[in-house]
């Protein structure tokens, strides 16, 4: 088992950065790859970023390139989402997932373990 708590959601002004973690619990954490997701209000969740177990390769969704940065501790057990120039349309609740293996990192239902999720609000 995994246990995964995010932290770091707020609200921020549009042009603001945040910086969201989740911290790790449980199994060791470098056997996990590590996911990054969100879901706006009566839209369905939507990938994000993606690191593998080491940190070494990464891959985002297109709307998160260029803005986005995904890294990890594996000392510290915990993965970071850093989001820069935020837009009103990034607002959501962010969600960190683990799995153990590197794959078609944009499906939800592939990853094994979720967080609560964090809430992010971008005001114009």
């Known amino acids: 088992q995994v246990q995964l708590v995010e932290s770091g959601g707020g609200l921020v002004q549009a042009g603001g950065s945040l910086r969201l973690s989740c911290a790790a619990t449980?199994?060791?954490?470098?056997?996990?790859?590590m996911g990054w997701f969100r879901q706006a209000p009566g839209k369905a969740r939507e990938f994000v970023a993606a690191i593998d177990w080491s940190g070494f390769r990464t891959t985002y969704a297109d709307s998160a390139k260029g803005r986005f940065t995904i890294s990890r501790d594996n000392v510290k057990n915990a993965v970071y989402l850093q989001i820069i120039s935020m837009k009103p349309e990034d607002s959501a609740v962010y969600y960190c997932a683990a799995r153990s293996a590197w794959g078609t990192m944009f499906t939800p239902g592939e990853y094994n373990y979720w967080g609560q999720g964090t809430q992010v609000t971008v005001s114009s």
């Open positions: 449980g199994r060791t954490f470098s056997d996990y790859c």
